[in-house]
């Protein structure tokens, strides 16, 4: 049977989680959600101070939302938290994301290592094809891979195997994994290195140097300050004629650091443009002789015949939400049958006493509901209670259960594509 050693939790977990009582069931590491987009995870700090004090090694991620702003956000977020170097910060990749996938990874991979932090990408297995494996075991990123119910990848360098089952003494449902490279459950080094090559281009290898030299690039003429990193190639840095020299490459890493640094460069503000002239002087100086007034009522033509009356349109299609058989949400069309309407709005109350088939519209302060504004629909028998909730506001989906006359925590579920 598969055994946890390394947790990850969130704001969806509550601050009063019995850390000790994880560790005696065999848990060494925590990854703690320290972010979202350009938000703080709500219990981060709490999180994090409770589980250094049972003992527990803390590691950090950001669950990536390609927001303006993030990566700078990512980097101070984690340095107000006091995340020390040598930590491991994950980047969370899920959902649907634009753009390149390795190419976002990149440039945090890139900053975050700039500031001594070991980096690492969480992500399922599915989409983990979208990466190149080799390319990120040569960076020395940690991957961490979801493969829920099935078997151990063999390119993750940990495994989060469940996310439905509680540990220990908390029943809830919690996210476990299995540090399999080991290197999450050890004490990070507290000594700091300065990366020799921290944009990860090349190795130095032996005989690598600084110096003056002839260039062996096509560049010629002359000495020049060159950098070696094999001690073969030399690449010209700096010319006789005092001009710097940049290749492609330099480019790239500069571009990087100067990326997210764009929106806050500003020059002066410059002076005034002078005032154009009006659409009326310009016909004026075009020969025109009327006043503004006539050349206005010029400008409007002959009001036209009226439209045709439309076609009617075509009946609208009722569709339903349902859990399909690989336990996700879907929605199916129901053919051309209305479903019942819901039969009330709540506005106040608690939650934990609606245990009957109901729909319900929620428009208020309603005790344990996740928000103030959605659709709760209720499901039992004899002995369990099912609630559903579909926030307004941002169209999350929540579950949660009543057993034996106890309430689980609400969850948000997750979809994996």
Wanted: hydrophobic residues 35%; charged residues 20%; proline residues 4%.
């Amino acid at each position: 049977m598969t055994t946890a050693n390394v947790v990850d939790v969130s704001e969806w977990q509550p601050t009063s989680i019995d850390w000790a009582n994880f560790k005696a069931n065999g848990v060494k590491a925590v990854v703690v959600r320290i972010g979202h987009g350009t938000t703080r995870d709500n219990n981060a700090a709490d999180h994090i101070s409770n589980a250094t004090k049972a003992g527990l090694i803390v590691h950090v991620y950001h669950y990536y939302e390609g927001v303006d702003g993030e990566l700078q956000y990512s980097v101070n977020n984690a340095k107000s938290l006091n995340i020390k170097p040598n930590v491991y910060y994950f980047l969370d990749m899920e959902g649907t994301i634009a753009g390149s996938w390795p190419s976002i990874f990149e440039s945090f991979r890139k900053a975050w290592a700039g500031y001594g932090w070991n980096t690492g990408l969480y992500c399922s297995l599915s989409n983990y094809a979208k990466f190149d494996d080799a390319t990120l075991a040569k960076q020395g990123v940690y991957r961490w891979i979801a493969a829920w119910g099935s078997n151990q990848p063999s390119n993750a360098d940990m495994w989060q195997y469940d996310s439905k089952t509680g540990l220990g003494s908390y029943t809830s449902a919690l996210d476990k994994d299995v540090d399999i490279a080991g290197k999450l459950i050890k004490e990070p080094d507290s000594t700091v290195v300065e990366p020799t090559d921290p944009n990860g281009n090349y190795t130095i290898k032996p005989g690598a140097f600084v110096g003056f030299d002839h260039s062996t690039t096509e560049l010629q003429g002359g000495e020049m300050l060159v950098a070696s990193p094999d001690g073969k190639n030399k690449i010209p840095k700096l010319a006789p004629t005092g001009a710097f020299l940049f290749n492609n490459a330099d480019g790239d890493n500069m571009w990087a650091l100067i990326k997210p640094k764009m929106g806050t460069i500003k020059g002066e503000k410059g002076d005034a443009g002078a005032d154009g002239k009006s659409a009326y002087e310009v016909a004026v100086a075009n020969g025109y002789t009327g006043t503004q007034a006539q050349w206005l009522a010029s400008l409007k033509g002959a009001d036209g015949a009226p439209g045709k009356d439309g076609s009617n349109g075509k009946d609208g299609q009722t569709w339903q939400p349902y859990i399909a058989d690989d336990k996700h949400w879907h929605i199916r069309l129901i053919n051309n049958v209305d479903m019942p309407a819901i039969v009330g709005v709540i506005t106040q109350g608690n939650a934990n006493d609606l245990t009957m088939d109901d729909s319900y519209r929620i428009d208020g302060t309603v005790a344990n509901i996740p928000s103030t504004s959605g659709l709760l629909t209720i499901r039992a028998n004899s002995g369990e209670v099912w609630q559903t909730y579909i926030d307004s506001a941002t169209a999350g989906c929540y579950t949660r259960t009543r057993h034996n006359g106890t309430w689980t925590a609400w969850r948000l579920t997750t979809q994996w594509s």
